[in-house]
């Protein structure tokens, strides 16, 4: 793994991250208010880089305004951005299967160290960057047989608990899952690991993220877990896929703001599936994984092709 170390310092970017990333007491619902504590998606559309006003239906969004100051964090690195202005556009939404008209705040600042951009967040105009330890880190894939040797009993056993607690929500029409329950035993898993990879984690020795598809009869769970050699620690961060892209779309980059292991797991579409693209960010610590943002353009805009 090759890390780069970001050469427009992020000492204050750190601070930024980790109080929006706390700031959520229920992790798994970080989606429901979106824009929540300043921190927005950031999409390319080929011309602008933007970010969508889904906040509300007139998109009058406190922050999305021309000279508002955003540190737009990437692939490569993060700079800082400001709102050239505000633009009417497609994409972002769907109403009825047909693409809701958005206000769109259109982002203006150095490219060039940013990458593909992923995440934007607010900051006040005193906001400066200056020198610091921030690592960037890409993450291809590195799923070998090996791994499912290892971890393949692990999950197994913690798709059979998450069933049983009701955590692994079975589908309402699916009439295989009171079978499973009734008598969850380990060969009804269908299990795969579709990435791995093995970020940099203060406090463990042998750190693997992971994100696995356990199927249950006609019910299936996508999940982000962090192991530590064959452990399992923590729980599923669940990735939901209906309409969603492929696991195999996705492109992952871990994001260290101190660059002293305890990184972000951010990842992106960079080729936009029929749907629309993707934003994800993932907190990882020594004791597991928490979802901190999910976004897509809307899913049922698949509905109308």
């Not at 021309?66 to 490569?76: A, I, Q």
């Not at 202005?85 to 940013?114: D, I, N, Q």
């Not at 936009?272 to 907190?283: K, M, N, S």
Request: charged residues 25%; aromatic residues 8%; hydrophobic residues 40%.
């Amino acid at each position: 793994m090759t890390e780069h170390s970001a050469g427009n310092g992020l000492a204050r970017a750190a601070l930024a991250v980790l109080l929006v990333c706390c700031a959520w007491p229920r992790p798994s619902l970080a989606q429901d208010e979106y824009g929540s504590k300043g921190l927005f998606p950031v999409y390319d559309n080929g011309r602008a880089w933007i970010i969508y006003d889904k906040t509300s239906r007139k998109g009058a969004a406190r922050g999305l305004i021309p000279g508002s100051r955003f540190l737009v964090v990437g692939s490569r690195g993060a700079d800082l951005f400001f709102v050239a202005r505000t633009s009417a556009t497609y994409g972002g939404a769907c109403r009825e299967r047909k693409p809701l008209r958005l206000r769109a705040a259109l982002l203006r600042g150095s490219r060039e160290t940013v990458g593909d951009p992923i995440i934007a967040i607010r900051v006040p105009e005193s906001f400066t960057l200056k020198g610091s330890n921030a690592l960037y880190a890409p993450l291809p894939n590195a799923v070998e047989e090996d791994l499912y040797k290892m971890l393949g009993p692990a999950l197994t056993a913690a798709t059979v608990e998450e069933a049983k607690t009701g955590s692994f929500r079975m589908r309402p029409d699916d009439a295989g899952a009171a079978a499973f329950l009734s008598d969850p035993r380990p060969e009804k898993i269908l299990l795969k690991i579709d990435y791995a990879s093995h970020p940099r984690i203060a406090g463990l020795t042998a750190p693997t993220v992971l994100v696995t598809g356990a199927q249950i009869s006609n019910s299936f769970r996508r999940c982000l877990r962090l192991a530590d050699g064959g452990r399992l620690l923590g729980g599923c961060a669940e990735m939901p896929s209906d309409l969603m892209a492929e696991t195999a779309l996705l492109r992952f980059v871990s994001y260290d703001p101190s660059g002293k292991g305890s990184p972000f797991l951010l990842a992106y579409t960079r080729q936009a599936p029929l749907w629309g693209h993707e934003r994800w960010g993932f907190v990882l610590r020594a004791g597991g994984t928490r979802l901190f943002l999910r976004d897509a353009m809307d899913p049922r805009c698949r509905e109308g092709f």
